[in-house]
C-alpha cells in the first residue's frame, strides 16, 4: 500500500507540471495520446514514472476545463485515434501559465544566485 | 449511466490505441511482438486505474459507485440467504421495537395536543398543603371558579367541567356514558368551534347537549341531521344541539364518547353536590407566563370565602399537556430506555455478523486492494452493503412497528389518554431511517477494522488462526444488556406475585358488586335511599345469597365516593391534617365483606335505634389515633374549624368506636398504603346530615353467595326489574374480577417488557452461536493439529465451551451491575420487591448461562467432530 500512497503524493505535486507539458505540448498543433505521452516523456521522464495511463486523468481534466478539446481521427500510421488541440481558452491559460513560470523561476534564480553577483 | 458506460468504452478503446501504437514502434525497434506487447503494457501502467481516475474526473462518480456497490451488495446478499436473512430479522425486530417506541412518544407526548394555541391551556388545581408535592388533580369549588373567572387578569378566559358517568339513552339503546358538565366559557377558551349545531356558550342552551364525534359516529350512527334530534341523560330528555370535531378529546384525552352538557350552578354559586367539583381550564394572555398567572389566580384564590377541605389547600397551574398525558411520560421514557438497550443488542449482533462474514470474504478484499482498489472504497462498498441491509430492516420493521400500532391503538385507544392518536409519523420514520443509517455503519466499522488489520499486516490469513476479541467483547456486551431487560422483567414478575398475593383485608370469593345509579339525577336522596334500602333486603333475602351490604367504598370499583373528613379523638390533640376516610356500609358489612374483625363487634340491627352513632375504625386508623390506646369506646367527632357553621360539618352528634376491623384495599391499587378509615352505618347517620346525599349519586351493594356468578348475575337483574325499576345498572361483576382488572396496567407493562426480554434473550443466543460457530470454523486447523497430537473429542468441545464460558462471565458481570442500576431506575414501578433482588438475579443469571450453554453446544460438537486426517491432508 505504502508505495501506491507514494505514487497518489507525486501525481499531486506533478499534476500542475503535467498540465503544463500537455498544453505546451498541443501549442505546436493537434496530438493523440501517445503523441503526448512520448513527447512529455522526451522532456520529462519524471512525471509520467507511474506510466502512460496516468496521462489520461489530466486530459480529462483538461477537457472538462474547456483548456483542449478533442475529435476523432486518423493517425501517421492510418489508425484511427482520438486527437487533442487547444482551445482559445487553453492558449490563453498557456501564456499566461508561461509569463508565470518564467517570473517565477526568475525570481528563484535570483534568490539561490550567490549575492556576490547582484553586486556587479 | 448508459452514457458514462460509452465514454468508459471510448477511454479504453482510447488506452488500446496507445498501447497498440506504443507496441508497433517496440516493433519498429527490433523487439518480438511478444515483448513489444509487454513492454508497452508496462509503460501504460494499470489500465483499470487510470480509466477510473479519468471517470473519477467526469464527476458523478459517487452516483455511479453507489449503484456499482449496491448492485454488488445485493447480489453478495441473494448468495449468502442464511447470513442476510439473520441480518434482516435481528435488525428488523431492534428497529421495528424502536420505532414503535418512538412512534407512541412522538405522538403521545411530543405532537401537540389536537386545539388551538394548546401551549397557552393551562389547568389550575388545589393541592393539598400536606402533601406538597404530589400533582394530583384537585377540583375546586365552582364558587372559588367563578371568583377566579372574574377577579384574574392574567388569563384570556377562565373555564371550569366536571365529569360524571350516567346512562344515555341514545337511538342504539340505554348505556353508560361520560359526562362532561362544563360552564360557558368552555368552549370558546378552548377556542373549538363545532362540526355540525353550535356549541354550549351563550344563554339559551342551557337544555341543549353537544356530544363528541365518537358519540355522534357510535351512538347516532353518524347521522348529518343529528342536531335537534333527543337523547335522554336519566330520564331528562335533552336536545342535541351541536356535534363536535374529530379529534376533541378534553378532557380524557382517549377517544370514548362524551356527552357534554352545561353545568347548573344555583344562585349561591354552588353546583348540585355542593362541593368541589370544578376542574379549572384556563387559557393564559399570550404575553403572560404560567408563573405569572399562577400569582395572579394565587392573589384571588388567598381572598376567595372557602370551605371545607377547600381553605387548606394551595393552588398550583400545571400545563394542559400535562394534565393530560403527564402519567403517561415516565412509563413511555422507561419503555424508550428498554428498545433502546434492544436495539444495542441487535446491533452488536449486526456487528458480530458481518465481522464473520468479513473475515470469509477476507481473500477477495486483498485481491481487490491489490488489484488497485483504495482502502477508502473498500470501506465505502461495505458500509453501502451494512447500510443497505439495515435500510432493509427498518423497512421491515416499519411494517412491524405499524402493525403493533394499529394493535396498540385498537386494544387501548379508549383506555389511555391519546392511544387513539397513536399512528407512525413521517418524522418517526425518518428518525427511524437516520438510525438505520447510523446503525448500518456503526455495525460495519468493526468489520472494517478488522480487515484493516489483517490487510495491512504481512501475515498471511490463510496460514494463521487469527483471532480478535472484538466479537467476543460484542457478545459479552449483549449478555450484560440481556441482563438489564430479563432483571427489568423479573422484578415486574415479582411485583405482580407480591400484588396478588397482597393481604386484601376481605374475602373476595363469592362476592359479586353490583352499582346502581338513580336514572333521575336529582332524585331526593330521602327517596333514594328508602328505594336502596328495599332492593338490599330484597337482595338478602334471595335463594341462594348469604349476605348482602351496601358500601360507598367498594374496593376495586370504579364509582367510588371519597369521603375524607377532618376529625378528631377525644382526649387527643387535634393537629391540623387530622383527617380519615368515611365509608357507608350497611349493617352487614362485617359478614359480606369477610372483612377479619380484630376487636369489639360488627355493626348490628339494634344499633339503629341507639343513641350513639357506633362506628368501625381500620387499623391504620388505630396506628394513627389511637396508638397505645384502648380503641373500642373511644369517641370521635368531625372537627370544627375556627369560623365552621353547624351546617359545614357533616353532622355534629360524637361517634363511639364498636370494633376495629383489618385494613382493606382502598380504591382500584393493589399497592397503594393503606389511609385510616371509619366505617359508618348509613341507617345511623342523623337525618339531612351532608352525606346522605352520596347515596343519591350512585349506590353499590356487595353481595355474598354460593351461586354461579351468572346465576346469581340475573336473579339480580331480576330483583331490580321488579323492585327498583328506576335504578340503572352501572356495574355487575364478581369482585375476583376486580382484582384481576386492577392488575391490568401493571399487566401490560411486564408484558412488554419481558417481550424486549424475550427478544433480547433471542438475540443474544443467535450472537453467541454466530460467534462460536464462525470461531469453530476459523479454528478447524488448530482443532485438528490438537487432536493428531493426541487431543480428544471432549476436549476440542471443552475448547468451545471455555470460550463461551468467558464470554458469558464478561457479560454477567457487569450485567448484573447493570441490571441492580435498571432496578433502581424503574423502583417506583416495583411493589413488594427491591431494586436488587437476589432471587431476581439468581434466576436471570441461571437462565443466562443455561442458553448460552445451549448456544454453544452446537459449535462445540462440531468442534468434536473435527477429523484429523482431513486437516493432516490439507496440510
Not at chain 2, 330520564?235 to 378532557?251: A, K, N
Request: aromatic share 6%; with cysteine.
Amino acid at each position: 500500500m505504502s508505495t501506491r500512497e507514494g505514487a497518489d503524493d507525486q501525481l499531486e505535486l506533478m499534476q500542475g507540471t503535467l498540465d503544463m507539458l500537455i498544453l505546451q505540448t498541443l501549442a505546436f498543433g493537434r496530438a493523440h495520446g501517445h503523441a503526448i505521452a512520448c513527447s512529455i516523456e522526451r522532456r520529462s521522464d519524471e512525471v509520467l514514472q507511474v506510466g502512460h495511463g496516468s496521462l489520461y486523468p489530466a486530459l480529462q481534466r483538461l477537457l472538462k476545463l474547456g483548456m483542449i478539446a478533442a475529435e476523432d481521427g486518423v493517425s501517421e500510421n492510418n489508425r484511427r485515434a482520438r486527437f487533442y488541440r487547444l482551445t482559445a481558452k487553453g492558449r490563453r491559460r498557456l501564456s499566461a501559465e508561461a509569463s508565470k513560470w518564467q517570473k517565477l523561476s526568475r525570481a528563484i534564480a535570483r534568490i539561490l544566485s550567490p549575492p556576490a553577483e547582484e553586486n556587479s | 449511466m448508459f452514457r458514462w458506460t460509452r465514454r468508459r468504452n471510448l477511454l479504453l478503446q482510447e488506452f488500446e490505441t496507445h498501447i497498440a501504437m506504443e507496441t508497433q514502434e517496440n516493433i519498429d525497434a527490433g523487439m518480438t511482438p511478444e515483448e513489444a506487447q509487454h513492454a508497452a503494457r508496462k509503460k501504460f501502467g494499470n489500465v483499470l486505474l487510470a480509466a477510473e481516475r479519468s471517470r473519477a474526473i467526469w464527476g458523478g462518480i459517487w452516483i455511479e459507485r453507489l449503484l456499482q456497490d449496491l448492485r454488488y451488495a445485493l447480489r453478495g446478499l441473494i448468495g449468502a440467504p442464511g447470513y442476510t436473512v439473520t441480518l434482516l430479522c435481528t435488525l428488523m425486530l431492534g428497529l421495528g421495537c424502536v420505532t414503535t417506541m418512538l412512534a407512541m412518544v412522538d405522538s403521545i407526548l411530543v405532537r401537540p395536543l389536537a386545539l388551538p394555541h394548546a401551549d397557552e391551556l393551562v389547568q389550575l388545581y388545589g393541592e393539598d398543603r400536606a402533601e406538597g408535592t404530589s400533582a394530583s388533580p384537585r377540583a375546586l369549588s365552582y364558587r372559588v371558579f367563578d371568583e377566579l373567572r372574574r377577579g384574574t387578569h392574567a388569563f384570556a378566559g377562565v373555564s371550569g367541567y366536571n365529569t360524571m358517568i350516567r346512562p344515555v339513552t341514545a337511538p342504539d339503546g340505554t348505556r353508560i356514558t361520560l359526562l362532561t358538565e362544563v360552564t360557558q366559557d368552555f368552549f370558546p377558551v378552548l377556542e373549538i368551534h363545532a362540526k355540525l349545531g353550535s356549541l354550549i356558550s351563550t344563554a339559551g342552551t342551557e337544555r341543549g347537549v353537544d356530544v363528541s364525534y365518537e358519540f355522534w359516529q357510535e351512538r347516532l350512527h353518524g347521522d348529518p341531521h343529528a342536531v335537534g334530534s333527543s337523547i335522554k341523560i336519566g330520564d331528562e330528555t335533552r336536545t342535541v344541539i351541536g356535534v363536535l370535531p374529530l379529534g376533541f378529546h378534553v378532557p380524557q384525552g382517549t377517544g370514548a364518547p362524551v356527552v357534554y352538557l352545561p353545568i347548573h350552578v344555583n344562585a349561591s354559586g354552588e353546583d348540585d353536590f355542593k362541593i368541589e367539583s370544578a376542574l379549572v381550564i384556563a387559557r393564559l394572555r399570550r404575553d403572560v407566563s404560567e408563573e405569572q398567572g399562577l400569582a395572579d389566580a394565587q392573589r384571588v384564590f388567598s381572598y376567595v370565602d372557602r370551605k371545607y377541605g377547600e381553605q387548606y389547600r394551595h393552588l398550583r397551574i400545571r400545563s394542559y399537556r400535562e394534565l393530560v398525558v403527564g402519567d403517561l411520560q415516565r412509563p413511555l421514557f422507561a419503555l424508550l430506555g428498554g428498545v433502546g438497550v434492544l436495539l444495542l443488542i441487535a446491533c452488536a449482533n449486526a456487528a458480530n455478523l458481518q465481522i464473520g462474514r468479513a473475515a470469509s470474504r477476507m481473500p477477495e478484499m486483498a485481491t481487490r486492494l491489490a488489484l488497485g482498489a483504495s482502502f477508502a472504497r473498500l470501506l465505502q462498498q461495505l458500509v453501502t452493503e451494512s447500510v443497505l441491509v439495515s435500510v432493509a430492516g427498518a423497512v421491515l420493521g416499519g411494517g412491524l412497528s405499524y402493525a403493533a400500532i394499529a394493535l396498540v391503538r385498537h386494544a387501548y385507544g379508549h383506555e389511555y389518554a391519546r392511544f387513539d392518536e397513536l399512528a407512525l409519523h413521517p418524522i418517526v420514520l425518518c428518525c427511524a431511517g437516520a438510525l438505520a443509517i447510523a446503525v448500518g455503519i456503526a455495525a460495519s466499522l468493526a468489520p472494517l477494522l478488522t480487515i484493516r488489520r489483517q490487510t495491512a499486516g504481512r501475515s498471511n490469513a490463510k496460514n494463521v488462526t487469527r483471532r480478535s476479541r472484538l466479537p467476543g467483547m460484542l457478545v459479552a456486551l449483549q449478555v450484560a444488556l440481556t441482563c438489564v431487560l430479563l432483571a427489568v422483567s423479573g422484578l415486574f414478575v415479582r411485583t405482580l406475585q407480591a400484588l396478588e398475593n397482597v393481604r386484601l383485608g376481605f374475602d373476595p370469593h363469592g362476592v359479586t358488586t353490583l352499582v346502581l345509579m338513580p336514572e333521575k339525577q336529582n332524585q331526593d336522596p330521602d327517596l333514594s335511599r328508602n328505594i336502596e334500602t328495599r332492593l338490599l333486603e330484597r337482595f338478602a333475602t334471595l335463594p341462594g345469597v348469604q349476605s348482602a351490604t351496601m358500601q360507598t367504598e367498594v374496593p376495586f370499583s370504579n364509582y367510588n365516593v371519597a369521603l375524607n373528613g377532618t376529625t378528631e379523638v377525644d382526649g387527643r390533640a387535634f393537629h391540623q391534617g387530622d383527617s380519615a376516610f368515611y365509608s357507608m356500609v350497611s349493617t352487614n358489612f362485617v359478614q359480606t365483606s369477610g372483612i377479619r374483625l380484630l376487636r369489639g363487634r360488627g355493626f348490628q340491627a339494634a344499633d339503629e335505634t341507639s343513641s350513639s352513632i357506633g362506628v368501625l375504625v381500620n387499623e391504620a386508623f388505630v396506628k394513627s389515633f389511637l396508638d397505645q390506646r384502648e380503641p373500642v369506646g373511644s369517641t370521635l367527632r368531625f372537627h370544627r374549624n375556627p369560623g365552621d357553621k353547624d351546617d359545614d360539618l357533616p353532622f355534629l352528634q360524637p361517634m363511639t368506636v364498636i370494633g376495629v376491623v383489618e385494613n382493606e384495599i382502598q380504591g382500584n391499587d393493589l399497592g397503594a398504603p393503606f389511609e385510616p378509615m371509619v366505617y359508618l352505618d348509613y341507617r345511623q347517620l342523623p337525618a339531612g346530615s351532608l352525606l346522605g346525599m352520596v347515596f343519591s349519586m350512585a349506590a353499590q351493594y356487595a353481595v355474598r353467595s354460593s351461586l354461579p356468578p351468572a346465576t346469581l348475575a340475573s336473579e339480580l337483574r331480576s330483583a331490580i326489574q321488579k323492585e327498583a325499576p328506576s335504578m340503572v345498572e352501572m356495574s355487575l361483576r364478581p369482585m375476583e374480577e376486580g382484582v384481576a382488572q386492577s392488575l391490568g396496567e401493571r399487566r401490560l407493562a411486564l408484558r412488554l417488557v419481558s417481550g424486549f426480554g424475550l427478544v433480547a434473550l433471542v438475540l443474544s443466543a443467535v450472537g453467541i452461536y454466530g460467534v462460536l460457530a464462525y470461531s469453530v470454523a476459523l479454528r478447524r486447523r488448530e482443532i485438528g493439529i490438537r487432536m493428531a497430537l493426541g487431543s480428544t473429542r471432549s476436549k476440542a468441545a471443552g475448547l468451545v465451551m471455555q470460550q463461551a464460558g468467558i464470554m458469558a462471565l464478561l457479560g454477567l458481570a457487569p450485567g448484573v451491575a447493570a441490571a441492580w442500576a435498571a432496578g433502581a431506575a424503574v423502583r417506583s414501578f416495583l411493589y413488594g420487591v427491591k431494586a436488587f433482588d437476589p432471587l431476581t438475579a439468581g434466576a436471570v443469571g441461571g437462565t443466562m448461562l443455561l442458553v448460552i450453554a445451549a448456544a454453544a453446544a452446537f459449535p462445540a460438537m462440531r468442534a468434536a467432530q473435527v477429523n484429523p486426517v482431513e486437516t493432516l491432508r490439507a496440510e
